[in-house]
């Protein structure tokens, strides 16, 4: 399981319509799902089910306590270096670092309910594709900075269940500021 921001329907079909011609064009890269795409808070991989409830709870006290916030999509990023590149995608950027904030927020929600959070430190960013060995990705970064940017108003946490191949399900939407709304339909 993970906690993330999601972006919004017409960001995913704009930047699906500028990759789409681009995926052709390295074959060693695994392109993730537009359905997927998501900005991920907190890593927690499998959560207890005795852990689950306490874990919601907490959740939905830190969103009440959360206001909105504006994030954009500003360019390439590349992990863990451009050199030798596992991950491309783009960096998620918000004012005053409230995704990190948030992040931090998720995984003391996460360890208060006793289930174990990645405490890597955090970098916002919206995961693109996946190279198994490592590409110099200095020619992808370029073209990611060429797109234009994308702004949206974050206003929901969502709790995502990750299934095997990739599949993921929103398993509670939390409303910042407000109460869970339940499952993504």
Known sequence: MF???????????QLDTLLEPRRDAEPSLRWTRPEGWHITTSFMGEVPEENLGRLEENLAELVARTRPFDVELVGGIAFPDPARSRVLGLAAATPDDRLASLSASCRAAASRAGVAADGARFVG???????????????WLEVFDSFPSWRWVADELCLVESHPGARYVVAERFPLGGKPTGPLD
């Open 3 to 13: 906690t993330a921001v999601l972006p919004p329907a017409g960001v995913i079909r």
């Open 125 to 139: 960013h919206l995961t693109l594709a996946r190279h198994n060995r490592g590409l110099l990705a200095v020619r």
